[in-house]
Structure formats: C-alpha cells, structure tokens
C-alpha cells in the first residue's frame, strides 16, 4: 500500500501536480538582444566585486540574473517564471535629474481571477503566483516586465549628480553609486505581486480608487489591495470595503494606512522599531498621491529600512534579505522555499537553488487551455488606461473566459517606481 501510495505521489509529482518545496526555476527574456544597448551594451569594462563581466552588457545580465535568483530562490513555484528585462536609456517614464531617478519600472504583466485553484474568487493574482498556485502555466508571454534605468550610465548627462550603476553581487556600492542588485530585487518583488492594482489618479474610464475592469464590467481587487486598510475610517475597513470614492480618500491616510495581516503583525513585532499603527505596519500613503508609488510600498517611516519603501536607502542591501517582503509575499499567498522566513533576515543572498537563464524567445506550447492572455496580447505595449491611471485594462476583444486576465502595461500608475531620495548621492 505504501509502495503504492509512493508510486502515485511520484506520478502526481512528475505530472508537476503537487509542488515541490523547490525554488521557483526562471527564464529572462532580454529584450535588448542583438541591439548593442542595454542588457547587450559591447562597451569594455572591468570586472568588479564579483562580477566577471567584462562588457556592461555582460556586466548587466549578471547582475540582473543574480538579483532575479535571490528573490525566486526564496519562493516555491512548480512554474518556471518568465521575465521581459532591459536597460532602457530612453524610457519616457525613465526619468534621471540632477536630483532625482525612477531607477526602474517592475510590475507584472497580468493580473488574473478565478482560475484553477485560486485560493479565492473574484481577486486578482498577478501572473507568476496564479501559475505557481495553479501548478500550470497561465498565460503564454512573459509573467514580469522589468525596465531599468539605463540613464545612469551614460555620460555627461549628469544623472544623479553623476550617479552611475554598481553592477558587484557585493552589495557594497561605493559613493555616487546605486545598487544595480538591490534595485532589480526591488522591481522584481513588486512583479511577484507587492502592487496595489487602484488607480491612483483619474485616466481615461478610470476613476481614481477604481479597481481594473474585467470585459463583464466587474472590477475586482487585487490579492495585495486587501491587505490595505484604512485604520482613520470608522470600523477600520480594508479597502475592498470601501466604495470607490471613499477609497480614493484613502489612498493619502497616512499614517493610517497599514498592511492588516496578524500573521505578519505577530512575527514581525520586535522586528519592525517604527513605521506601526496600532500594531500594524504602515503602507506608502503620502498626502499627494504618487502615481506608481502610494499603498504599493512600505512605509518610508519603517524602521529598519525595508527594501520594498519607494526610496532607496543606503541602509537596505539585499544582502540582509528581503526582510519584511516575504512577509507580504506569503500573505498574498507565495509558499516560501525551506529555510524562508517573515521576515527573512537571512545574510547569505542566495539561499536556494533556483536556475535560470537568458532566452531570445520563451518556449510557446504547454498552456493547458485556451487562455484569454497569449503573447499578442502581452506584448501589447500601449496603454488605452493612461499614464497615471490604474493602467490595467482586460484585453479587448477576448471571448469571455473563467480565467480572467487584467492587462497591466507600463503605466506609471501600475508599474512601481523607486525613486532616489535627492541628496543621497
Ligand atoms: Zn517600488
């Protein structure tokens, strides 16, 4: 019986049914392939701290690939995640000023409800962690977009005061440096799902407060938007509750707007010094709204200094972990790989084994069904919800589908973006 019962498990365990406690494995798409620029840059450089590259293309995808492993390393998905990375020099929403940088733009590529083995209904999942908890593919395309900031390295453009990228695994910039590492991790967990999904400023049909709107007109939260909750409102509701205007007040309630998780709340109490509200971590909500950055961060007041706050800190390295990240990533519902805890605090980088590597093209078959969200879709590359807006729209023309698919474009409004606190450098 036993020997039978072993013979199924390792059936249902080949079929990839039942998931592994296993890294997530990941693929990257490199966009700039064969473009010379960004993530394929030929200009000659040294290697540093660790880092052998000796072109800053080279130089950038090891980075970028070391940055993409310590954040799936820490995650268990039976699904390899797909990821669309370049350096881009001229992004519009890329902007570098004396004082100031978005140093990158992460996001998810979709969002999706009701699928096989959602862990509830009527909540939007973003692409990579609806495959893992499907145990199946979703979706074909990439599950995560990633844009960096390649404005930084170009010279005489006085970006940052001069700032250029520190491309070592060491974490160690040195000064007029900002962590190439740290900033991709930072990108990349907001495409694991550390995104709101409101629109936070009026676009086109969107109302700010609004939640994406499916082709059946229903609009539903997103999996990290209900953990946000409003403590200043009366009966303290998180904000699905809220109807959309009174949501849209919220978005600025800070310091009353916190991540409502008890879980979190309890493992985290001698961790987390200051930035809590009545015992729960205080989310971004400064009184502008900033598109691209209120609720989808940690607090800035958050102490010690977290790496998913909007701004970078010289006091974050990766090195440290993810710290209250894994938190919010199990919340929403990531299994976190052996070893991973809230918050993770571990000091070696890498703690798992997941593997990936660089493609041209990802692979097309093994979508299990019919999807509404193929690659035609995803890699549409406008954005009919505006800049500012939610940025989510589902895609048109579509049949109607169980699976329902958000698009999430490079919006501002979606795609979250780190900006550098003026004066650091
Ligand atoms: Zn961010």
Redesign the pocket.
């Known amino acids: 019986m036993i020997a039978t019962m072993q013979r199924v498990l390792a059936v249902l365990l080949l079929m990839g049914l039942i998931p592994g406690a296993s890294a997530a494995d990941f693929v990257i798409r490199n966009l700039d392939a064969g473009s010379g620029t960004g993530l394929s840059n030929t200009r000659r450089v040294a290697p540093v701290d660790g880092n052998p590259g000796t072109t800053l293309g080279a130089q950038r995808r090891i980075a970028l690939r070391y940055a993409v492993r310590i954040v799936t390393s820490r995650l268990v998905s039976p699904v390899p995640i797909r990821i669309d990375a370049r350096v881009d020099s001229d992004h519009p929403d890329l902007v570098c000023t004396r004082n100031s940088a978005t140093l990158g733009l992460?996001g998810a590529t979709n969002y999706t409800a009701n699928f096989p083995g959602a862990p509830r209904r009527d909540v939007v999942y973003p692409l990579a962690l609806a495959n893992a908890l499907a145990g199946q593919r979703l979706a074909q395309g990439a599950d995560v977009r990633l844009f960096m900031n390649g404005r930084l390295d170009v010279a005489g453009n006085d970006c940052l005061r001069g700032a250029t990228w520190y491309y070592g695994l060491r974490g160690a910039p040195g000064n007029n440096q900002i962590d190439f590492v740290g900033s991709v991790v930072?990108?990349l967990i907001?495409g694991m799902g550390f995104q709101a999904i409101i629109a936070l400023t009026d676009a086109g049909d969107l109302q700010q407060g609004a939640y994406p709107v499916f082709r059946n007109g229903r609009r539903f939260p997103s999996v990290f938007g209900r953990y946000a909750q409003d403590l200043a409102l009366t009966g303290q509701p998180r904000f699905p509750e809220l109807r959309v205007e009174r949501r849209a007040d919220a978005l600025d309630d800070a310091p009353f707007v916190v991540w409502s998780s008890s879980m979190t709340n309890a493992a985290t109490t001698n961790f987390v010094t200051a930035g809590r509200r009545e015992g729960r971590i205080r989310l971004y909500a400064p009184e502008v709204v900033l598109p691209g950055?209120s609720i989808?961060?940690w607090s800035a007041a958050v102490e010690p200094d977290q790496i998913?706050e909007?701004f970078e800190s010289v006091e974050t390295s990766v090195l440290n972990g993810l710290g209250l990240a894994s938190c919010a990533l199990r919340d929403i519902g990531w299994q976190l790989a052996d070893g991973v805890r809230c918050p993770d605090i571990r000091t070696a980088p890498i703690v798992g084994t997941a593997r990936g590597q660089y493609v041209r093209a990802f692979a097309r078959p093994a979508v299990s069904q019919p999807q509404a969200g193929d690659s035609s879709a995803t890699d549409r590359d406008d954005d009919d919800a505006g800049g500012s807006g939610g940025g989510c729209t589902m895609m048109p023309g579509q049949p109607f589908d169980p699976v329902w698919l958000v698009l999430c474009v490079l919006a501002a409004g979606v795609l979250?973006?780190?900006r550098n606190r003026p004066g650091l450098v």
Request: hydrophobic share 25%; charged share 15%.
């Open positions: 992460g930072h990108e907001h950055s989808s961060h998913m909007p979250v973006v780190r």
